[in-house]
Every structure is written in C-alpha cells, then in structure tokens.
C-alpha cells in the first residue's frame, strides 16, 4: 500500500505513481486485459490510485477516433462501483475532428461533457490543458475552467507541453482575473532527459504546482528492454529510443542494473523512484501486461538512497 502525497496545490493526494492510460483501446488492450490490469494497478496503489488519460488516446492509431481510452476506463468504473477511490485525470485540446480542438470556452464546455460521458461518470478530478493553444485568449480560457469548477464538473485544472513563458503567463492571467490557476503541470522527464529541471522546476516549485512526469521511462528504454540495435524490433516504440542508444544510455543503465543487483528490484522500478522522489514529482507510467504493472508498482514502495540518487544524477 502507498503513501499518499500531494499533488500540489490541486488539493489531491495520490499515490507515488499514476498509471497512464495511453494504452487503452487498442491492440491487445481489450476489455479483459485492460480491467485485470487497471484491478490490479488499484489494488497496488490503494487509495491514491489515479489514472491518466486523454479525450485524444488513441486518436492518433490508425483506425481509431479518439476517446477510446476515456470509454474503457469508464466502463472499468462503471463495473467497478466505486467511483470516489480512483482519482481520475484527462485532458482536452488534441485535435478530435474539425472543429474540435483548442481551449477555446465553447469547446472546453462541449468537451467536458463528451468526456464526461465517456468515462461515465459527472466529474474529473484533474482537466489538464493537453496542449498550448495560441489561438484562445487566456482570460477565455481561464473564465471557461473557472466555470468548470463551479458547476462540480472538474476538481482542478493543469497545464501540460506549454513553453515555460506560456505557463507563466497563463497562471498570471489566472491571478489577475481572479480565477483558478492552473495547479499542476505535466512535463517530458526522465533521468536522461532533463529540461524540466532548468526550464520548469523553478516555476512549478514557485507556484507549488503538482508535477505529473511522462515518458518517465524514456519511451521503454529505462526498464532495460533496449540494449542494442536488435532490440528496437521489440515493440512500436523501439524507434524512438534510438537516440538513448547513441547517447548516455549505456551508462544509465549500467548504473542501474548496479543498483538493482544490490537492491533486489528492477530498472523499470528505480527509474520512476528517482522521479518520486524529486520535489513536488509524481511519475507516471502505462503497462500492457501484469508483469510489466508489478515491475512498475514495485517503485511505489521503493525509497532510493541519497547515494543511489547521487550515482543516478551522475550518469546522465
């Protein structure tokens, strides 16, 4: 079972990992592997379970028209029956047909309620901004969430892949019009890829907003699955791992498979611990099968050393 920590100034409390629903309503994710894993996921994280989602999963596989992942998650709470044990975060802005995309008010209202539906349930504990959008003015934007808010339809709001000075901006506007700011922030964050810490981690410790990490682990590569060239094969995402290859990879790795003899876990595990253990960061990570979630629930009990974090920081 986890320790709760909270997730900012967003008035959450979750556990020391989200797990992310971007594998949700496709491949072999059916309605069977996804409910044993999701069980099994809530069962690890126990109160603070929260799950990740996005209107735009899996929108952007062929075949697909977004919202496939809101609608398995949905039916997962309709069986499960317990709705106010899960906290449950998705975002609005990805492109979902013409029309239907931005932050603008009128579509942030008609969003809601298509996401809503999808998840079956009349609330979201955390709406984030999946992306920037030039277009809307960010006092609409931020009038449009405070009523939102007001209606019970979401708890708090987040922002996610704006530029540090759009972020600034944004939680500025918010404060000048007497709205709420955004609360959170999702960035791209890993042990080998680090510009969060000199691009965001000022802003989100100033403004004690809840950081949420994704691509925690480095697309797969973290977790040791891709050692060589070879490997890449392994999966859809072996591509875009390449890069980790040609870089400082092998030196991460070797520094984690050190730790990982001594400790008795797995790299997958010491990854995401790292992140949990950076203020005010919350990883999150997806699987596709129970071995994998087991390897990644193990960082939920996982507490690594001031040494370990040292060693780990170095080989970057």
């Not at 909270?6 to 008035?11: D, E, I, K, R, S």
């Not at 404060?175 to 959170?184: C, D, E, L, S, W």
């Not at 810490?197 to 925690?216: H, P």
């Amino acid at each position: 079972m986890s320790t709760l920590r909270p997730l900012g100034a967003t008035g959450l409390h979750v556990a020391p990992l989200i797990l992310g629903g971007n594998v949700f309503g496709h491949g072999k994710m059916d309605r069977a592997n996804s409910f044993a894993l999701l069980d099994a996921y809530a069962e690890a994280a126990g109160p603070g379970a929260a799950i990740d989602t996005a209107d735009f999963y899996v929108r952007y596989l062929p075949g697909h028209e977004g919202g496939e992942s809101e609608s398995m998650i949905g039916d997962w709470l309709a069986k499960r029956g317990k709705r106010d044990d899960v906290i449950i975060v998705t975002k609005v802005g990805g492109p979902m047909g013409e029309g239907m995309e931005g932050l603008g008010a009128a579509y942030l209202r008609q969003a809601i309620e298509h996401s809503l539906r999808r998840l079956r349930t009349d609330y979201v504990d955390l709406y984030f901004s999946h992306m920037d959008d030039a277009k809307a003015p960010q006092e609409e934007t931020a009038r449009a969430y405070e009523q939102l808010i007001k209606s019970g339809k979401v708890r708090a709001i987040g922002a996610s892949n704006f530029t540090p000075e759009r972020l600034v901006s944004a939680l500025e506007t918010a404060k000048q019009i007497g709205a709420p700011p955004y609360t959170a922030y999702q960035p791209h964050y890993n042990l080998l890829e680090r510009d969060y810490e000199t691009s965001f981690r000022d802003i989100c410790l100033k403004q004690n907003l809840g950081v949420m990490a994704y691509f925690g682990l480095a697309q797969g590569y973290l977790s040791g699955k891709y050692r060589q060239a070879a490997d890449l094969a392994k999966s859809r995402r072996g591509r875009g791992v390449q890069s980790y290859l040609d870089g400082n990879g092998f030196a991460m790795l070797a520094a984690m498979d050190e730790i990982a003899a001594q400790r008795g876990t797995n790299l997958a595990a010491i990854a995401l611990a790292w992140l949990a253990a950076k203020p005010n960061v919350t990883p999150i990570a997806s699987a596709t099968s129970l071995d994998q979630l087991r390897d990644l629930a193990a960082s939920i009990t996982l507490t690594l050393t001031p040494d370990e974090m040292a060693r780990l920081d170095s080989a970057a």
